[in-house]
């Protein structure tokens, strides 16, 4: 991609925190700590920052050992390696957005999201089963 390229250029000089500032809703912030892409420690932090700046409460923020930018086992996190990777998605990384989305159906405040009673039955029933 070009550096001249419009959305290459917005992209490079975007400051998320103006959008994260405004957002009052749950928030699940996940990062790889083998993420060469986007340094999991600094946009946690940052992330955490601006939610803090619209005194939003309902947020989670994780860093994933050992996870590339694409949520997978990796050994040096580098680009070159996504291809060799056999992993498609870590499965501790669907379980934290699982559990975060099903406890949003349990009283986390501003949430509206309302999920079927037999649909909170099967997510206990994973939990007890490991799943």
Not at 47 to 68: F, I, P, W
Not at 69 to 75: M, P, S, T
Request: charged residues 20%; positive net charge; hydrophobic residues 45%.
């Amino acid at each position: 991609m070009e550096i001249s390229n419009p959305w290459f250029r917005v992209f490079l000089t975007l400051d998320p925190s103006a959008f994260l500032s405004k957002v009052h809703v749950p928030v699940l912030a996940m990062n790889g700590s083998k993420d060469l892409q986007v340094p999991a420690d600094a946009n946690l932090s940052a992330v955490e920052s601006a939610l803090k700046a619209a005194s939003n409460t309902s947020y989670r923020l994780l860093k994933l050992d050992g996870l590339n930018h694409l949520f997978q086992h990796a050994g040096s996190g580098l680009p070159a390696e996504y291809g060799k990777l056999t992993e498609t998605f870590a499965p501790e990384a669907l379980s934290a957005m699982r559990d975060f989305i099903l406890g949003l159906s349990w009283g986390v405040p501003g949430c509206r999201v309302k999920v079927h009673s037999a649909a909170r039955g099967r997510a206990a029933q994973l939990r007890e089963n490991g799943g």
